[in-house]
């Protein structure tokens, strides 16, 4: 019938495509989504009560969608999963809806299920109360807008203080869990802790080789780093066999960047187009742009003065992409005294001279120090960058001539040629990102950095023994680039945070808690009980973290922002694993909150007032408001354009998340609009080879499904297959993905066969990488037990056919 249906619509996708026909769709996604979202506790009350009786579950029906219509994040869970995953939990999701604004404690919980009524008289009063129903709603819903402006005043200070930050509590419940059998119920046989313990062996195995199969490929990357060095060293010596280019003396006109109460020195601050100091990162940009010819001015000076430079070995290079720039800003200068970060930012405006000899550059480093005002400089011959690569390096402080006291300082970097080709032959690049979070900070040099990962080649392995090496460090600057290493690289979590406590424990002793680098500690240790899954532990330490910086920076630093921003993803990460309402509202208030504080700070044109545009869309998709999240996600992807120019890869990613919106409000025709724009622009970044190129096709693929378009999307599906197949391997977890959504296609046309072939795929590289355990794995062993049903019913349905054509 299906297939009969989306023939007679047409063969094109724009035909399929339509909204009238779409909200009759849309209507019937809300309803199985507000059977497990965030219910009304009197609704759902009575649901359990008479859950034979019809009128009851229009009641229920008619409440829940007053309240909210669907809580399902769209950016990350597919439709296809969804269906599958709401199959297998309803009952769950039935019996842990109970609003927590009403619940003080788990004891009125019990006496609710104790003085549940029959079902008989269940059906009598729900027939009696369902007639009431509709008169009622008006009341409740008033009464529920002022329940919730009462429980969301606090928020409006702070976060919630809610009883489950109560380490009393955590610890009571663990002792009722020790009592009864590691969590079992005290009448459950032992066979049945026994094999609750087989299962945690289980996991652990999973978790230590997942851990180990990291260890590996990043030793294996640092032996080829380590390997590229030596092979660089070598080259410069055949290039410069008497160091001449070392022996380089640079001069810096500055005296100095710090005053002498440690402050750096404001006339080196980039200003604005008029003489001020920049307020944000657009006004630094908009100055760069204006004073560029006076950096081509100086450039073409240097070529008249240096014998055989051409104009072509002299050029500005682009602007440093924003997105770079504001994160650099983040990383190395957020606690430089004075602000805002981005004016230390000295290589917005830069360019390159690429000298063929020796004698050129050091002609043109005798120009420099004779004809410009050098603030900074460093000879990278002699202390080369991380990544092996070695130049001159200056940031020159450039006057506007068009316009009195207006000053920019800009990055030269002078290359010798020979040296460029090593960079290219070696791919020295791809290692400058990937080893870039080790290296970046002003705390730790390049020279004690690559000791530390030398050691760690060395031990060729992380043990123990590795373990007690590092931390009997007692520097905590180091010791917080191994739990860089630990968080980011291996994801081995549980060393990380040893590594960050002992970070802790070194700063309090030494700089004390009212400190920039204590409270970046304890928001690295929050971040990284998060993604464990221990928000509650994670919120203290982020609230813990956001005091210290309201005491040193003030409540309105773009320092407080980020962190309220990590306030808002934990508060909204917790919400999703209980369903509850009220944490994605607690989620929102902090975005709010780090939204005013950043258009204050950084001004309203800004790319982390734009991110936090997205995180209020996200949380108001959460809570069921559509218009809401597209007018926040239209304004962040306004800024990103300005910003970023249409072809990038965040623009991209903001369309995306607009046809996602689009999706769920049933726009299917809007929702491919966007669709396409980006995968027009993944594949101009990116190319058509490339994970974020297949995301895109895998998000079109389940937009078509939903239209009943099965052949397209199917065609879409396996173009993501083929990519994510080449480009990340066949047993990924991308792969799996894509497996998934073809099985659940295929499974649609009738095609049983396939269909279930696709499912144990997918469901062997699941069990294999994300462990037994993991929503994905379960989805798709739920999709095989389906697939094995529908295929015998179609068997079952031939063999009817077969006597029905005998009989004729």
């Not at 000076?301 to 051409?310: E, N, P």
């Not at 979070?437 to 030398?454: H, I, K, Q, S, Y």
């Not at 700070?601 to 809401?628: K, M, T």
């Not at 190319?687 to 999307?713: C, F, N, P, R, W």
């Amino acid at each position: 019938r299906r297939r009969q249906q989306a023939a007679s619509q047409g063969a094109t996708t724009t035909t399929v495509i339509n909204r009238s026909n779409s909200s009759t769709a849309d209507r019937s996604v809300a309803d199985n989504g507000i059977n497990q979202s965030i219910n009304n506790k009197r609704g759902c009350d009575r649901a359990r009560a008479s859950h034979n009786s019809v009128q009851a579950e229009t009641s229920v029906r008619a409440v829940n969608q007053r309240y909210i219509r669907i809580h399902t994040h769209y950016t990350h869970i597919h439709i296809p999963e969804l269906i599958h995953s709401t199959t297998m939990s309803d009952s769950d999701s039935e019996a842990s809806s109970v609003d927590i604004s009403s619940v003080e404690d788990e004891s009125e919980v019990q006496e609710e299920v104790e003085d549940e009524p029959s079902e008989e008289e269940s059906e009598e009063e729900a027939e009696e109360e369902a007639s009431e129903e509709e008169s009622e709603i008006d009341e409740e819903s008033e009464v529920e807008d002022s329940e919730v402006n009462d429980e969301l005043a606090p928020l409006e200070d702070d976060l919630v203080q809610r009883e489950v930050y109560s380490d009393d509590e955590e610890d009571d419940d663990d002792d009722e869990e020790d009592e009864s059998g590691r969590g079992a119920p005290a009448s459950a046989p032992a066979s049945r802790a026994r094999g609750a313990d087989d299962d945690d062996e289980e996991d652990e195995e999973e978790d230590s080789a997942l851990l180990l199969a990291k260890q590996e490929k990043f030793f294996e990357r640092l032996s080829h780093f380590m390997n590229v060095q030596r092979k660089v060293e070598e080259r410069m010596k055949r290039i410069d066999p008497k160091g001449r280019l070392k022996e380089i003396e640079m001069t810096d006109h500055s005296g100095g960047l710090l005053e002498e109460d440690g402050t750096y020195k404001t006339k080196y601050q980039q200003q604005d187009a008029e003489g001020e100091i920049a307020r944000n990162l657009g006004e630094v940009y908009e100055a760069a742009y204006q004073i560029k010819q006076s950096l081509r001015d100086l450039l073409d000076k240097i070529v008249d003065k240096v014998k055989g430079l051409d104009y072509v070995d002299a050029k500005i290079v682009e602007l440093k992409p924003r997105d770079r720039a504001n994160k650099k800003a983040r990383e190395e200068y957020l606690t430089r005294l004075p602000g805002p970060p981005e004016t230390w930012l000295w290589d917005v405006l830069r360019s390159s001279i690429t000298c063929k000899t020796i004698k050129q550059m050091e002609s043109v480093n005798k120009y420099l120090g004779k004809k410009a005002h050098i603030v900074q400089s460093k000879n990278r011959f002699v202390s080369p960058a991380y990544s092996g690569y070695r130049d001159l390096l200056y940031h020159v402080l450039i006057d506007w001539q068009y316009k009195e006291n207006v000053f920019f300082v800009a990055e030269i970097q002078v290359h010798h040629k020979e040296v460029n080709n090593i960079e290219k032959m070696l791919g020295t690049l791809n290692h400058y990102k990937y080893f870039r979070p080790f290296f970046a900070g002003p705390n730790r040099t390049v020279v004690e950095t690559m000791r530390d990962l030398d050691m760690l080649l060395k031990k060729g392995k992380i043990d123990d023994e590795t373990m007690d090496t590092i931390l009997d460090f007692d520097n905590a600057d180091q010791l917080t680039v191994f739990g860089k290493l630990f968080n980011q690289k291996l994801e081995d979590y549980n060393r990380c945070l040893q590594v960050y406590s002992r970070v802790l424990t070194l700063q309090e002793s030494s700089i004390g808690e009212l400190h920039p680098d204590t409270a970046a500690t304890y928001q690295a240790i929050g971040l990284v009980q998060a993604k464990k899954g221990y928000c509650d532990m994670a919120l203290r330490n982020l609230q813990k973290c956001l005091e210290i910086q309201e005491e040193v920076f003030g409540a309105y630093s773009p320092e407080v922002a980020i962190t309220r921003s990590h306030l808002g993803n934990t508060i909204r990460k917790r919400g999703e694993s209980n369903n509850d309402l009220m944490e994605h509202r607690g989620a929102l208030q902090q975005y709010r909150k780090a939204l005013v504080i950043r258009e204050r700070c950084l001004g309203e044109d800004h790319l982390d007032v734009a991110d936090s545009y997205q995180h209020i869309g996200e949380s108001l998709c959460q809570l069921g408001d559509f218009e809401g999240a597209l007018a926040a996600y239209r304004e962040s992807l306004s800024i990103l354009e300005s910003l970023l120019g249409e072809n990038h890869a965040d623009v991209a990613a903001s369309h995306s998340l607009l046809g996602g919106v689009l999706h769920h409000q049933g726009d299917f025709e809007g929702s491919m609009e966007e669709y396409e724009i980006a995968l027009a622009i993944r594949e101009e970044v990116f190319g058509k080879s490339h994970q974020m190129t297949a995301k895109s096709h895998t998000e079109i693929g389940i937009l078509l499904s939903e239209v009943e378009d099965y052949d397209e999307a199917e065609g879409r599906h396996r173009k993501a297959l083929r990519i994510r197949e080449t480009v990340c391997g066949r047993e990924s977890p991308e792969v799996a993905d894509s497996q998934y959504q073809i099985g659940f296609v295929l499974n649609q046309k009738g095609n049983y066969q396939e269909a279930l072939a696709m499912h144990q795929n997918a469901y062997q590289i699941r069990e294999k990488i994300l462990g037994m355990k993991h929503a994905k794995t379960l989805a798709s062993l739920q999709s095989i037990h389906l697939n094995e049903q529908g295929e015998r019913e179609g068997m079952y349905e031939d063999d009817e056919e077969e006597e029905e054509s005998e009989e004729e």
